[in-house]
């Protein structure tokens, strides 16, 4: 049934937009399922939905002494992803910086001095959060969706949310990935839903995947 306004409410015209990180530490890390179709994932999430388009954010990892594989392991991932022609990544960035952190437990150090306080490395995604924000208004604006579907539990995108459901009049959901729900977020969406391990599990690629520039595989630690 379309309506007056040109809304499919049966099969409504539905983008998703990924919070790749918020996915990975909150469903993925830890799992035999990080080669995940997202398409596939949404839907068996969304049956009733017309998927058009994937908007999937993140930023290129780098190599880390205990994990020099890590980059090219989401490169690997990123190509199966690209596989999907509804699909389109964009990219934030990285910061590493030294900053002070208190201790929980102040130590003593080998001259017997109390240390409160240590300097870390401490590395930071940048921009994924503020270009989905951004992307998630303009397509609204352009009219390109009938429903929006977030995939992240950040409360951080609790303002774009809301102007997408107010103030544009869309319609607009939560995939959780977390484990806990967001107090924030919940009430200002029209639906919310756990992204469950059963859900991930039936929505694997197949180990082995073709593009144009031949064969690749899943990588052999997933």
Known sequence: MTTASGV???NP???IYVDAFNLYFGALKGTPYKWLNLE???QLLLPNNTITSIKYFTAKVSARPNDPQKPVRQQIYLRALSTIPIVKITYGHYLTHVVKMRLASP?????GCVLNYVEVIKTEEKGSDVNLATQLLNDAHLNLFDVAVVISNDSDLLAPIKIIRTVMGK???VLNPQKNSSNAIRPNVDFYKPIRQGVIADSQFPDTLTDSFGSF???PSW
């Open 8 to 10: 499919n409410r049966v």
């Open 13 to 15: 015209r539905t983008s």
């Open 40 to 42: 596939k994932m949404c």
């Open 107 to 111: 130590i003593m150090n080998d001259l």
């Open 171 to 173: 319609k607009i959901g």
């Open 217 to 219: 595989h899943k990588p």
